[in-house]
């Protein structure tokens, strides 16, 4: 990374980090409880489907370091009012971006590619991966707790 894009990282993650969007519960929905024990962060999602199973809102509590909210947070945004496939691809998408190489990530993307640095940090990427191994376990459309620490990454 250059150094304009470093402090576009820096100040994207503090940003979300420091006033998350989202932030807060939804009464109705699948409510998936994620933690990830090797960082202490801690995620409570609450995922609402539409008839069509689109993702018609979301939302997370929790706490953690400046990453998995950040993550979470951006997650959110992206996600929200967005159709089921595109929001699999979307999880797809992001899973490569911390973990591969990848050349080109989707501009569907957006801010979330930024997140590409944590890939050189194994334990980070457990931490950018929390929010969005919760929606993977929201979308079995049950709400069995996820841990990193059984994840294969
Ligand atoms: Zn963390």
């Known amino acids: 990374m250059n150094t304009e894009l470093e402090e576009l990282y820096q100040q994207v993650i503090l940003d979300h980090s420091r006033r998350p969007r989202n ?3 939804l009464p109705e929905g699948v409510q998936v409880r ?11 999602l609450s995922v609402k489907f539409g008839p069509a199973g689109e993702v018609e809102d979301l939302k997370f509590t ?4 400046a990453i998995s909210q950040a993550s979470a947070s951006l997650m959110t945004m992206k996600l929200k009012g967005k159709p089921r496939t ?14 591969t190489d990848v050349a080109e990530p989707p501009k569907s993307l957006g801010d979330l590619r930024l997140m590409a640095g ?3 940090f194994p334990q980070r990427v457990k931490c950018a991966m929390l929010a ?12 069995k707790p996820v841990t990193t620490e059984t994840d294969e990454m």
């Open 23 to 25: 932030f807060g519960n």
């Open 118 to 120: 944590v890939r050189k």
């Open 62 to 65: 929790g706490q953690g370091c």
């Open 132 to 143: 969005w191994r919760a929606f993977e376990q929201s979308l079995q459309g049950n709400g």
């Open 86 to 99: 595109e929001a699999e691809a979307m999880l797809n998408a992001f899973h490569d971006l911390v973990t």
């Open 34 to 44: 994620g933690d990830n024990p090797s960082c202490g962060d801690e995620i409570e």
